[in-house]
Every structure is written in C-alpha cells, then in structure tokens.
C-alpha cells in the first residue's frame, strides 16, 4: 500500500492533488527538496497550493491552467472554487494546429462473443425492446414487458425491457426529430434480437411515417401495433411479442473481432481524481480498441469546453476541425440563447469532489478519449459512420448524454464515476469508480475500480486487466445496472411543449 499522500500530475503544474485527507500542520516534500506545511485541513482529491498565489494567477494543473485566483492564497493552503474562478469566454475563433500523435500498438486479434446481425454489424446483447412511439402508451408497453417476462423460458433471451419515455407528442421542430431518431436509432441497434414498437394513433410520432423514417431494417425482427387500431392490445401485443421471442431465442453468440465494438465515454459525478485514474484508464483502452479497428465515440460537449483546443488540434483534417468548431460553438450558442451562463458547472457534487472550474473538469473528462485523432463529427441522433474516434453532440447529462451515445451505435457505455451512479441506459452501462473507497462503498453500483492506480498498480496492468474485463462485459457478462435491471432512456429537449 502507498504511502504517498498527495500527486503532482504535470511538472508544470503549481498544484499537487490530495490522495488521502492532509492535516493542517502536517508536511509533504515536492519534487524531493521543497518542504511545504499544510495550512488547513484538506480533503483526498483536492487541490493543494505549491506557491503563493497573487490575486490573478492562473493555476496551472495537467499542465493548463483551469482558472485564476481571486483572493491571495498561500503555499500550502487548500484551492477550491471559493478562491478561484474560470478564465473561460463565449463564442471563440479558433485556428487548425494539427498535433496529431501516431498510435502504433501491435494487431492482438482479440475477440469476444456476439451476434452477428442480418446486416453485419455486431450484437453485444439479445434483448426483447418494446419502444413506445409516444409517452401515453407507457403503461401498455410496461404491461406488455412484465407479462413476457413471466412467460420467457429461453435462457439465450438476455432480457425483455420496456423502454417508456415522455415524448412523442406535443413536440416541434427539432425536438420532435431528436424523439424520432432515437427511437429510430434504438429500433435499429445491434443489441435488439427483436423490437416492438408501440403507437397510440393520434400522436405527432405517427407510426407510418416513423416506419419510412426507419429506412431499411429487418422485418422479421421489427414489429408494429397501433393500439386504437386493435381490439385488444394487450393480446395483439404478446402476439407480436411471442413471434418475436420465438426468432430471437434461436440466436447464439460466435467469435467476433475486437474491431466491431463501438464503445461509448462518458463520466458523471466526477471527483478530483477522475482525471489521474479512470478517465486516463478509459484513454488507454480507447487508443487500443481504435489501433485494433475499432471506435470510441466521446459526448458532453459543454465538459469539453476548456479542454476543446486540444481535441481540434487532433482533427485529422480541416473539414473535421471545422466540424469540431461548429459542435463546440453551436453549443455555447444553445447555452446564450436561453440566457443562460455558458459555464456553470461543475455540479455541487464536483466541487465536493475536488473539481473548482470547468477546465478542470474538461481537461479531466477528455482524457477519456486517448490520444489518437479525431476521425468524426456526429450531430445529436446521428449514427456512428467513421471507425475511429469521433465527437458526438450531446449535453453532459448522464441520461441524456448516455442515450446519445447508445444510440449512436455504440453496445456500451463505459461511465467513469467519483461519486457514484446507478443508472444505466438501453446498452450496458460500465462503472468505473475512480477511486478504491466508492468501489468497496458501492459494490451494487461499480463494476470496475480504478483507484488502485493510487496504490500500487501501475497503468500497463491495470489496462490488460480492464480490456480482458470489456471482453467479459461485450461477450455476456453483466454489469450492475443489467443485473439490478436499472435501464431507462432520456431524450435532448430544447424547445416548448404544445
């Protein structure tokens, strides 16, 4: 077990973060020569003065600053967001610097075990969906889901969910298209053996336009009901339902390469040791599932702000920088148009985490994403097109943005986590916890820890452990959230309700 009580992350930086809570009166040594006694008590995950500060200077940690002082602060004394403040503006101009790095990790051949859908792409999953085109028909759908569960034998059935939602209706413009290609999106996933989708008939998301909207899907697999249409339509559903059960229960898993896993990045209750443990972790294992030939797809836009330059310069090119630029300043405009401050955050649950300002928080969350280059931009409901690394627009949300993500195309979401969450949406919901006391905490919630980086492993064996532990996950095993069924779905909404 370490006995280091605090880290230095970047040798620019004039912050060091707790590990475990320091003393006031207790002395820590810096770089082996510079002996500093600390002023106040200071929780684990919190910031640490390594210089006097002056009204006005940026503190420096990753090695960029995430802030400036507004009050003198002391070597030694704690940094929180009661003296600092964000040094972040509005809508900026920005220019293309390409710093592109070359990941280069030697082709392992991994596998794991899936299903392989009628147009090729990959299943993680074999689940029964029952999806409502509109939020009055929530209770039928739920119905529907409890009843088949009670009938279901199959063991090769992984699980029957409803998926109920508040849309659908008494929608406009784009929020009436961002419900209707999310549904279309989840009908359309890989992790679906078999979909049942649900209208009422009067509503706004009406079930024949939606099955154009569809575009091409399997038929056999995809099923309709119009409830005021039926006679009974709780007997016309479980009809549809046991023809689906019947087709599904006959799929089996096959060896598939690692390269057909999407994965999704996403955190939420972030700590001041999100950005040393798990999002690094998650940056390690996106850059090898991306050199093995496959996709990582990074969401939160306004957690990227701060740290958004750093993602441009990765652009692999010019048109996907000027994308980059259109899905960071497109979204501070959401934020201006409803008057409303483009950097409020982090949460409450941040700052007691050890998080003081937006930067610090986004230089933290976009380590997720590793170092390789951004390959695509995704707008909100859009589909996974590009292997590689893409961005994808998205609020930071965890219901929301997670939905995003799966319906993007990703078969799970690997959610780094300081504080905790149980939730978990429509695809497998990976928790990481960043640091060793939540995971011990919250066995219920994590499937992963994170903090023994803290201790004593080192990143090369915490990554193997972590990629043969996604193999597990995408070839069957469940996660918390599955084995707790905790899976819902949130849908981005912007404007007025009719």
Same mark, same amino acid.
């Given at each position: ?17 707790? &590990?475990? /809570?320091?003393?006031?009166?207790? =002395?820590?040594? @810096? *770089? ?6 600390? !002023? $106040? ?88 969906? &029952?999806? /409502?085109?509109?939020?009055?028909? =929530?209770?039928? @759908? *739920? ?6 569960? !009670? $009938? ?347």
């Amino acid at each position: 077990m370490s006995t280091v009580n605090f880290i230095k992350i970047n040798p620019d930086d004039n912050v060091a973060v707790a &590990i475990h /809570p320091l003393k006031k009166g207790e =002395n820590i040594t @810096v *770089n082996n020569k510079n002996i500093i006694t600390i !002023q $106040e008590d200071i929780p684990a995950g919190h910031k640490i003065a390594l210089k006097d500060f002056n009204v006005d200077e940026n503190i420096i940690k990753y090695g960029y600053p995430i802030g400036h002082t507004i009050t003198p602060i002391s070597q030694g004394s704690w940094i929180n967001e009661k003296n600092i403040r964000t040094n972040l503006k509005g809508i900026l101009n920005y220019e293309y610097t390409p710093a592109l790095t070359h990941i280069d990790i030697q082709n392992k051949s991994l596998t794991f075990k899936g299903y392989r859908r009628k147009n090729g792409e990959a299943g993680i999953r074999n689940e029964i969906w &029952i999806i /409502p085109t509109v939020g009055c028909v =929530n209770g039928i @759908v *739920n119905q529907l889901a409890q009843s088949l569960r !009670q $009938e279901a034998k199959d063991s090769h059935i992984d699980s029957i969910v409803a998926y109920t939602h508040n849309y659908g209706c008494s929608q406009l413009g784009d929020d009436h298209e961002n419900t209707r290609k999310i549904l279309r999106d989840m009908v359309l996933h890989p992790n679906a053996g078999g979909v049942l989708l649900v209208g009422l008939g009067c509503e706004n998301n009406q079930l024949n336009s939606f099955k154009e909207f569809l575009g091409e899907y399997d038929t056999e697999r995809v099923r309709f009901m119009e409830c005021q249409k039926v006679d009974d339509e709780f007997e016309e559903g479980m009809k549809l339902l046991r023809e689906l059960y019947k087709i599904a229960s006959k799929d089996r898993r096959i060896e598939m390469p690692i390269n057909k896993l999407r994965i999704g990045l996403k955190c939420g209750g972030s700590d001041g040791f999100s950005g040393i443990t798990a999002n690094p972790l998650l940056g390690v294992f996106s850059d090898f599932l991306i050199s093995q030939g496959g996709t990582a797809v990074l969401t939160e836009v306004p957690e990227m702000f701060g740290a958004e330059t750093i993602l441009m310069n990765r652009c692999e090119n010019r048109e996907i920088f000027n994308k980059t630029v259109q899905l960071i300043n497109n979204f501070k405009k959401y934020f201006i148009d409803n008057h409303q401050p483009v950097y409020e955050n982090p949460s409450p649950g941040n700052k007691a985490g050890g998080i003081s300002t937006l930067e610090e928080k986004s230089l933290g969350c976009t380590q997720k994403c590793g170092k390789s280059p951004v390959r695509d931009v995704l707008r909100y409901g859009e589909k996974i097109q590009t292997h590689g690394l893409n961005l994808l627009s998205a609020p930071g949300n965890d219901l929301v943005a997670a939905t995003a993500l799966a319906a993007s195309g990703c078969q799970m979401v690997l959610f780094t986590t300081g504080r905790g969450t149980p939730f978990g949406t429509f695809v497998p919901t990976v928790k990481i916890s960043t640091n060793t006391p939540l995971y011990k905490h919250k066995p219920g919630w994590i499937d992963f820890d994170a903090g023994t980086l803290l201790e004593n492993e080192n990143m090369e064996s915490l990554a193997n452990r972590f990629i043969n532990f996604i193999i597990e996950i995408a070839s069957g095993k469940y996660t918390q959230n599955e084995k707790k069924n905790y899976r819902e779905i949130a849908i981005f909404k912007t404007g007025v309700t009719l």
